[in-house]
């Protein structure tokens, strides 16, 4: 059975930084694009960041260079570092695991797992 845990949400002061981390029991990290997204209540979820297979890292426009997504092998975990945090930024970030189909996962229908989201939130 796959599962996604997230960790490493809190609340901090614009311009801080956060490093969220996504535990994966079920399946390597290397095995599977992996993804970021976040979601406001009332908004759609928006895709953050994704971690192709055989393709480079991709951001949404948003990050603006901020934020970097990364796995760790060992651990088989999934991390997003984010500095320089803004307001804007504030939302329940989730980390997702692509179909076994599917070779990249930014949209939502690609992603076959899901975590439960942890909360940031981005005080001025």
């Known amino acids: 059975q796959v599962q996604l845990e997230e960790s490493g949400g809190d609340s901090v002061q614009a311009g801080g930084s956060l490093k969220l981390s996504c535990r994966v029991t079920?399946?390597?990290?290397?095995?599977?694009?992996l993804a970021w997204f976040r979601q406001v209540p009332g908004k759609e979820r928006e895709m953050v960041a994704t971690?192709?297979?055989?393709?480079?890292?991709t951001y949404a426009l948003f990050v603006k260079g901020r934020f970097t997504i990364s796995t760790d092998g060992a651990k088989n975990t999934l991390s997003l570092e984010m500095n320089s945090l803004e307001p804007d930024d504030t939302a329940v970030y989730y980390c997702?695991?692509?179909?076994?189909?599917?070779?990249?996962?930014?949209?939502?229908?690609?992603?076959?797992?899901w975590g439960q989201g942890t909360q940031v939130a981005v005080s001025s």
């Open positions: 997702a695991a692509g179909s076994g189909g599917t070779r990249t996962c930014a949209s939502s229908p690609q992603n076959e797992h």
């Open positions: 079920g399946m390597s990290v290397s095995s599977r694009c």
């Open positions: 971690y192709p297979i055989f393709s480079r890292s």
